[in-house]
């Protein structure tokens, strides 16, 4: 149940951040690109590897709790694709290349296919 409590604390932070910077990068930039999600992705892929390291000093035990409330909450609240970059990171840090560029490739069009079958479905069904 701590641990649920921790995740829900850090994904409302990370969410309100997210929705802040695209607030922000809207009034600063304009509609004409996605400044705020790129940002944020970004953004959260360089705090990813920065908790990665912080946490793999820390040593494992005592890291779980900050894992779960800034990796887990914040960063999923605030962006998914650090979780992404991460992963990705350590598969090329591995030199499991092939494994990197499919696991890459996969998930974003996989992702947009997906986004583009529920379009789909949603519309037929609520039509």
């Known amino acids: 149940m701590n641990k649920l409590l921790l995740v829900a604390a850090g994904g409302a932070v990370g969410s309100v951040a997210r929705y802040l910077v695209g607030v922000g990068a809207l009034r600063a930039f304009g509609s004409g690109w996605p400044y705020g999600t790129f940002t944020v992705n970004v953004v959260g892929g360089f705090l990813m590897g920065c908790l990665a390291s912080w946490l793999a000093h820390r040593g494992a035990a ?22 992404f970059s991460l992963e990705t990171a350590l598969m090329i840090q591995k030199r499991a290349y092939l494994q990197a560029f499919s696991y890459s490739a996969a998930s974003v069009l996989l992702s947009v296919a997906a986004l583009f079958a529920g379009l789909l479905i949603a519309r037929r069904i609520f039509a």
Request: net charge neutral; charged share 10%.
């Open 62 to 83: 005592s890291s779980e709790p900050w894992r779960v409330l800034l990796g887990v909450g914040v960063m999923g609240g605030f962006t998914t694709f650090s979780s």
